[in-house]
């Protein structure tokens, strides 16, 4: 379904739960950074208003996820600490070239979400399976299912404004690519990485 070309390791979930408290950190950060990615694309394209309306509602429910993991971090007794890089999301944003027209740039940044919703959502499907903590696995479950509509939302609206023969092109382009990029990660506790 998601159409990721190389699946995660599943040793990473071992990673991921000896280093809980940094996944947590990890992923409310990505919460964070969804919601500013939709604050962005209304900034930017505010005359796309069926865009600017889901966006609306993604920030939303971002900002819920947000605050759903920032609660779950201070139950465990961790705190949020200060943001890290994400070398993932580095490494995917080389992919298009900077410039072109408006609309390229927003096929770009459409195809670059919906590829971050989709592994975050298979991520999410990996740590509802397979952590122990049955509260986490549930946890994940739930969010998984929001990563995933996420993720079908961004490229509805990526073929919807672009060239849909050009967009399916760049969507498994940048499939092909991302698969290169996750051959070099899935060694450390973070949600991409």
């Not at 779950?72 to 080389?94: P, S």
Request: glycine share 4%.
């Amino acid at each position: 379904m998601l159409g990721l070309k190389l699946p995660t390791d599943p040793r990473w979930v071992n990673i991921a739960e000896k280093n809980i408290e940094e996944i947590l950190i990890d992923h409310a950060f990505c919460e964070q950074k969804a919601a500013s990615t939709a604050i962005s694309l209304i900034v930017s394209f505010p005359e796309y208003e069926d865009l600017v309306k889901e966006m609306i509602s993604l920030v939303q429910e971002e900002m819920s996820h947000f605050k759903m993991v920032h609660d779950l971090i201070l139950e465990r007794g961790f705190a949020l600490g200060r943001d890290r890089k994400d070398e993932y999301v580095i490494e995917l944003l080389k992919f298009f070239p900077k410039g072109g027209s408006r609309v390229n740039q927003m096929v770009h940044r459409l195809l670059y979400a919906a590829l971050i919703e989709a592994r975050s959502c298979e991520r999410f499907k990996l740590l509802s399976e397979q952590l122990k903590d049955k509260d986490l696995r549930l946890f994940y479950k739930k969010l998984m299912i929001s990563e995933a509509n996420h993720y079908t939302m961004f490229l509805k609206f990526a073929r919807k404004y672009g060239d849909l023969e050009t967009v399916n092109k760049k969507w498994n382009e940048l499939l092909e690519y991302e698969a290169e990029i996750m051959k070099n990660l899935g060694k450390t506790h973070s949600i991409h990485g």
